[in-house]
């Protein structure tokens, strides 16, 4: 397969990277030397981590974009700006550039890019932490000039580490809030029904192991059979019993409209900050400091006193003039 | 069941209201002769619908139950203790005593019937009216299978008919007897919904009505689960899931399990209340 061929590259190197590569490398569906991971920050521990499986650690982002043919943009998406900016001269023709970035647009990408190549291959992807145990839930968009070649590619890689498929770029902001969101709501379930399981007696390490089993295995279930979850859980609910006593609890908390608000309410913030990524004004003071330091480093980069309508100064992300930064003279 | 011996039952009823009504109707579009059919009640008020089908009319109870082979008890439930002593002695081991009152229980029943008398108690709803009910019998110590076989056979056009331990026939007040206020209370909270919207309120009314029926029809002919056709009904992003968010806002879902659980407990209760009545 081509992925025995090709060369990964990460821009960053946090949660999002470690997840991916020791997923990748579980599925042994790339070498780890055949990954090189870009990171400013060296002592964060999923840059150790990286370096334990044997993926190349550099602080130059050129340098995991010359290594690299599918190169994962997995940093912050107020980041993103900055990096393209700084990698846009170096990208060739073969690269395929996947941004992870919530919020952050293929459009947006391409309108960057396209200041240095004439047909920038990039794809967006909507991926989730367990990928780390290849059970991850991903979709992609495939951009402008990005083959369908591209995107079987991306798929190979990304169905290594579990779910993926294609959709349109419109319906990621529902990923996010769902599956990308997800097991953010799954561990809080989690963590309150082993609270239930040591209220009732049992101790707390089999009660998480026990609540975390039975979701696995639910899911499991559902992803196997044919049937309805409504169905599912009737057949769980033996008349009387205590499986339906409890799911009128869960009823009259409001746990379906919770966990419906909770979807909306993250899908709704990702366009919130992709909105607010579009103004093309985020203030330093949104970007951690040490982030921002260390960016504010590379060469090229400053904080403009820009002022703007409403007399504050901001970081440009994207302006009309190509660069995205007011540069030092 | 045996036509030719559905034809020559003779089928009574004492009580003249919309249960007997509408058990009444459900039977004769089976193969019983309004001929063989006869109501008994005090007043000729209520008389006069069961006479437009043929059917004989009396105010003696005893009449009927000399007359019949399945009597259906279908007066008002604190009624029951003075007509079952009035019509005992008549009672032989061919009738089959059918009781509709609720909150009769069948140890009540059997107590004030002769000893080793065949009893169901039955549940009906109110859309046995137009042969659309839910229908739950019990058999009490002395029915056999064939008795409940035979009632199931006279019951069948009136709607659902189920049979199931006495402990059900509370759940089934509850779900299906109380459930179908429930669910006109949802249609008259649909209908206003569309009038705070702008449409007029009688054309909101016949629509919600007609929407309720529909579902219903369809949830009952495709066998699916309700859930499958829930989601069936949803686009993404569209009017439904958009509505059906607010309603589980709302808890709609936990208020209508406890709806059911409050009435099944009350008829409960009053089943209690009853029994104890009766001991004299």
Known sequence: ?329 | MDPEMDSQLKIGFIGAGNMAFGIAKGILSGNVLPANVKVSAPSSRNLGRFQELGIAVTHSNIEVVCGSDVVFVAVKPHLVPLVLNEITQHVTDRHMIVSVAAGVTLATLEELLPENSVAIRLMPNLPCLVQEGALLFARGSHAKQEDGALLRSLLHRCGLVEEGPEAWIDIHTGLSGSGVAFVYLFAEALAEGAVKMGMPSALAHSIASQTVLGAGRLLRDSGKHPAQLRSEVCTPGGTTIYGLHTLEQGGVRASTMSAVESATERARELGRKSTAGSRK
Do not use: W
């Not at chain 1, 043919?69 to 107020?78: G, I, R, S, T, Y």
């Not at chain 1, 932490?129 to 083959?147: K, M």
């Not at chain 1, 921002?292 to 480093?297: A, G, P």
């Open chain 1, 1 to 329: 397969s081509v992925c025995h061929i090709m060369s990964v590259g990460f821009i960053g190197a946090g949660q999002l990277a470690h997840a991916l590569v020791k997923g990748f490398t579980a599925a042994g569906v790339i070498a780890t030397h055949r990954i090189t991971a870009s990171s400013p920050d060296t002592d964060l521990p999923t840059v150790s981590g990286l370096r334990k499986m044997g993926v190349n650690l550099t602080t130059s982002n050129k340098e995991a974009v010359n290594k690299s043919d599918v190169l994962f943009l997995a940093v912050k998406p107020h980041i993103i700006p900055f990096v393209l900016d700084e990698i846009g001269p170096d990208i060739e023709d073969r690269h395929l550039i996947v941004s992870c970035a919530a919020g952050v647009t293929i459009s947006s990408i391409e309108k960057k890019l396209l200041q240095y190549r004439s047909a920038p291959k990039v794809m967006r992807c909507m991926t989730n932490t367990p990928v780390v145990v290849r059970e991850g839930a991903t979709v992609y968009a495939t951009g402008t000039h990005a083959e369908v070649e591209d995107g079987k590619l991306l798929e190979q890689l990304m169905a290594s580490v579990g779910f993926c498929t294609e959709v349109e770029e419109d319906l990621i902001d529902a990923v996010t809030g769902l599956s990308g969101s997800g097991p953010a709501y799954a561990f809080t379930a989690l963590d309150a029904l082993a609270d239930g399981g040591v209220k009732m007696g049992l101790p707390r390490r089999l009660a998480v192991r026990l609540g975390a089993q039975a979701l696995l295995g639910a899911a499991k279930m559902l992803l196997e059979s044919e049937q309805h979850p409504g169905q599912l859980k009737d057949n769980v609910c033996s008349p009387g019993g205590a499986t339906i006593h409890a799911l009128h609890f869960l009823e009259s908390g409001g746990f379906r409209s919770l966990l419906i608000n909770a979807v909306e309410a993250s899908c709704i913030r990702t366009r919130e900050l992709q909105y607010l990524a579009d103004q093309e004004r985020i203030s330093p003071a949104a970007i951690k400091k040490t982030t921002l330091d260390k960016v504010l480093q590379q060469p090229g980069v400053t904080v403009g006193g820009v002022a703007n309508g409403n007399g504050k100064s901001g970081l440009s992300l994207f302006n009309n003039h190509g660069s995205g930064l007011k540069k030092k003279n």
